[in-house]
């Protein structure tokens, strides 16, 4: 058995979870309502605020989907009762973010601005001129659009410039060999 998928997911107070014909998983928190397509071949059952995922046999594909399934419900519920949120850095001379209203309008070295407007249920913030917060309900939109706020300036080996992830590593690499100590 899959450990995740065998993992019971505990249904917080506040939070109404309802399964509907062709595995519809409904999602209904405080912070907003998701729902999602569950393959029909997993089995979802709901007792005493408990939700459970089962499969019907140990097929290969079976047992795939078996704790994909349980960990996108459980992400759901996640995220509508604290919600998702990722954080970015920008390093480079020149290059700051600011909101400018809901939009975010980042200064990355261009000759234009570039101005992000977040999809709806999606919260972009530049607490400082270095810094970006994405936050949302939804993590698999939370990822994608900040993965989109990266792809426009992904940081670069040598001097570390660019928008990275709070907390990512860049592996750095040593410039050319003739050219040190010429200034």
Partial sequence: MSRIGRAPIHIPAGVTVSVGEDNLVHVKGPKGELSRKISTEMKISIEDGVLTVTRPSDDKTHRS???????????????????????????????????QGKNLNLSLGYSHPVI???????????????????HGIDKELVGAIA??????????PYKGKGIKYAGEHIRRKEGKAGAKGKK
């Avoid at 390093?91 to 973010?97: D, I, K, L, P, S």
């Avoid at 992000?116 to 994405?134: F, N, Q, R, S, Y």
């Avoid at 993965?147 to 670069?156: G, L, M």
């Fill in 65 to 99: 989907l078996h704790g994909l399934s349980r960990t996108l419900i459980n992400n759901m519920v996640v995220g509508v009762t604290q919600g998702f949120t990722k954080n970015l850095e920008i390093a480079g001379v020149g290059y700051r973010a600011a909101k």
């Fill in 116 to 134: 992000i407007e977040p999809p709806k249920g999606i919260t972009l913030d530049a607490p400082t001129a270095t810094t970006i917060t994405v």
């Fill in 147 to 156: 993965a989109d706020i990266r792809k426009w300036r992904e940081p670069e």
